[in-house]
């Protein structure tokens, strides 16, 4: 079974950047979709980018063009690099495994392993 766990987290203000990190174990990386999410208080849990297997990228509209993700397959790691932060950015961000040799994939039911979360706030 696979273990994710997400750090980097963090108060930052608008304007700011932050990178977030996914550390992988327990169970194959290089192969699946990797994706974060992230949910807001009192909203559901959104999509924001996702890296397959070949390297293919998807991002959510409100993150294009200031988030980008990647991944280190050696490591077991995959990152989300956070420029231009806004107040709307504050969410729980999560990690996610998605399916095996699958696309950039933006549904959270096509991910069946999930970390625990890391904090972001971006004041104003």
């Known amino acids: 079974q696979v273990q994710l766990v997400e750090s980097g987290g963090g108060l930052v203000q608008a304007g700011g950047s932050l990178r977030l990190s996914c550390a992988a174990s327990g169970g194959t990386f290089t192969r699946y979709t990797m994706g974060w999410f992230r949910q807001a208080p009192g909203k559901e849990r959104e999509f924001v980018a996702a890296?397959?297997?070949?390297?293919?990228?998807a991002y959510a509209d409100s993150v294009k063009g200031r988030f980008t993700i990647s991944r280190d397959n050696a490591g077991n790691t995959v990152f989300l690099q956070m420029n231009s932060l806004k107040p709307e950015d504050t969410a729980v961000y999560y990690c996610a495994r998605g399916p095996l040799f699958g696309g950039a994939e933006a549904t959270p039911a096509q991910y069946n392993s999930w970390g625990q979360g890391t904090q972001v706030t971006v004041s104003s």
């Open positions: 890296i397959n297997w070949g390297a293919g990228r």
